[in-house]
């Protein structure tokens, strides 16, 4: 029977996408591994492969839908030999039925449509998982059971997406993670409001679009229930911009210009080792607390943001910090970072010294236990250590932190090591 193509789950929290664009057409054959659709979600636009092979005999959702629900059919896939004719009734939003059908089961089977729903549990029969050939290999390059992943695909197949956002599994007392809360709609005044306020004013109304109705979410989320506290130092940025210009020399035969900000990312993810207690997130009823330094770096894109993480960022070179940063960056306004990519992490920084901004609070991503604003390098009289008066480039940043994770000393203690690093670069080459 004709099989019903569903919209996927691209990432453990969506509920809902946008159908952008359609790669196929009704009447191609496909093949699993074959890619179907491009699907944005509120933070990227992915690709939508087929797990397995027929001809698509008839598109449900047209390109550019906006608001589909997961698991909703899109389109329905043909076996071989079957026809459109086998379809029968296809519907993209099926009705419920009504209370009199229900009482009613012979009447209800003699009208249900021919195509079966794909609802086959990942693990599959007995022993035999369904998977993606590219799914599978994916998973064991990572190291991953697949009977332990639930397949977001037609058929309940586990798809790149699933093992993408996978992870090996962690002991049972970590495994378990508080449900996210739903998310709210910001408070303040209600929308008829502020319409009345504004009736005799000109204004443009713009709707929003998924990445901005997160960010107001999670935003709101934040600073409504983290305690938020601050902490700012200034760092002396001379030896830094000396020690940077004799490696940018060296380092440009082979195409490499570091910045200032591969040296912040490498400094605060040495920090994060050398104070571990700061390397923490909040977990619901516990903190968890990292081993490796997962630092993301807020990038600004059209219309919102991205924090995409450098992961293991104290073991990588700052060359490969700086490659993967331009990299994270590019796709990222692309919009076509993997969850995987911009979600975890334990730290944040956030850089608007590029914008001529002295200093500024910025707002914790939660889970984060804490995030780092930078503002610019700017010549401004100090008072040396031998009392004497000169002129250093200096930049103000401003720790904000989770005061449920990190304590005032503890977060003193863990700026100090990041201002330490950034006046001492040579160190951090050691």
Known sequence: MPTEILMPALSPTMEEGTLAKWLVKEGDTVSSGDLLAEIETDKATMEFEAVDEGVIGKILIAEGSEGVKVNTAIAVLLAEGETADDIGAASPAPKPEPAEAKSAPEAAKADQPAQKPQTAPAAGDGNRIFASPLARRIARDKGLDLSQIKGSGPKGRIVKADVEDARPAAPAATAAAPAPAAAAAPSGPATDTVLKMYADRAFEEVSLDGMR?????????????????????????????????????????????????????????????????????????????????????????????????????????????????????????????????????????????????????????????????????????????????????????????????????????????????LENPIGMLA
């Open 213 to 421: 109705k997160t960010i107001a979410a999670r935003l709101s989320e934040a600073k409504q229930t983290i305690p938020h506290f601050y902490l700012r130092r200034d760092i002396q940025l001379d030896a830094l911009l000396k020690f940077r210009g004799t490696l940018n020399k060296q380092l440009e035969a082979r195409g490499v210009k570091l910045s200032v900000n591969d040296f912040i990312i490498k400094a605060c993810a040495l920090a994060l080792q050398a104070v571990p207690d700061a390397n923490s997130v909040w977990a619901g009823d516990r903190m968890l607390k990292l081993k490796p330094s997962d630092v993301a770096v807020a990038v600004a894109i059209d219309g919102g943001l991205f924090t995409p993480v450098l992961r293991d960022a104290e073991m990588k070179s700052l060359s490969a910090l700086s490659a993967e940063m331009k990299d994270l960056a590019s796709r990222a306004r692309d919009r076509k970072l993997a969850p995987h990519e911009y979600q975890g992490g334990s730290f944040a920084i956030s850089n608007l010294g590029m914008f001529g901004i002295d200093n500024f609070d910025a707002v914790i991503n939660p889970p984060h236990g804490s995030i780092l604003a930078v503002g610019a390098g700017v010549k401004k009289p100090v008072v040396g250590a031998d009392g004497e008066l000169a002129v250093a480039t200096v930049m103000s940043v401003t720790l904000s932190v989770d005061h449920r994770v990190i304590d005032g000393a503890l977060g003193a203690e863990f700026l100090n090591a990041i201002k330490e690093n």
